[in-house]
């Protein structure tokens, strides 16, 4: 089952806009992260975020998470062509042996 | 430094034949591993995974089967495969760290299965 849903399911944009993809979830987590998938391609981890953190800067990525509204958001800002991609987010729940569970994803297309 | 390998990159098979898919990782150990599957256009759907050599966790009832021969080594298998078993699986390892219930996973760059 899927823990995540990420929101919108699909985002264009022209390049050097910001992109802004939302993910909920349902359970109490440990930490919460975001992938990207370049097509056809593995997912490469770009930040997590831990239970106890609101907000987490890397580069040009921006995640807050609100634990009490079970949200995250991912904001990449002045967006460039080769960000067209599909993000992820993943739960790491706060309890037992489970795994990262994945959202259905967010595809971003960045048009130049 | 930890890299995955998983192959072969692309696969197509008849139906009703046998399937056989490996992942290794290098320079860690006692990673945990992961199988997951991802039809066309969707998100990623957890079939396997192991913390542990002989150690295999199902979590979608089907025709497929994992093993863990070795500490770095995991298999996907199938005796018959369906054509509702084609799409894109990944291989992925974490490492298990006591104080962060699972950190960032590494995947591998997946198997595009067809089965016709």
């Known amino acids: 089952s899927q823990q995540g849903e990420e929101d919108p399911q699909a985002l264009s944009i022209q390049e050097g806009e910001n992109a802004t993809m939302n993910c909920s979830y349902k359970t109490s987590i440990n930490n919460l992260q975001w992938y990207r998938q370049n097509s056809g391609r593995g997912l490469v981890h770009l930040i997590l975020?831990?239970?106890?953190?609101r907000e987490k800067h890397s580069g040009r990525l921006r995640v807050t998470l609100d634990t009490s509204k079970k949200s995250s958001s991912l904001l990449i800002t002045a967006s460039r062509a080769a960000d067209t991609a599909s993000y992820f987010c993943?739960?790491?729940?706060?309890?037992?042996?489970?795994?990262?569970?994945f959202g259905k994803g967010t595809r971003l297309s960045v048009i130049a | 430094s930890q890299t995955i390998h998983q192959w072969p990159a692309t696969l197509v098979q008849p139906v009703g034949s046998p399937l056989s898919l490996e992942c290794t990782v290098e320079g860690t150990s006692n990673p945990n591993l992961y199988w997951y599957r991802q039809a066309a256009g969707r998100g990623l759907q957890l079939l396997f995974y192991s913390v542990g050599i002989g150690q295999i966790s199902s979590e979608v009832p089907q025709n497929l089967s994992a093993s863990r021969p070795q500490d770095r080594q995991f298999i996907l298998s199938s005796k018959k495969l369906l054509l509702s078993d084609s799409g894109f699986y990944l291989c992925?390892?974490?490492?298990?760290?006591?104080?962060?219930?699972?950190?960032?996973?590494?995947f591998g760059q997946g198997t595009r299965l067809t089965v016709v």
């Open positions: 975020i831990r239970s106890n953190e």
């Open positions: 992925a390892w974490s490492a298990f760290r006591v104080w962060e219930i699972y950190a960032e996973a590494f």
């Open positions: 993943a739960t790491a729940i706060d309890s037992g042996n489970t795994p990262l569970v």
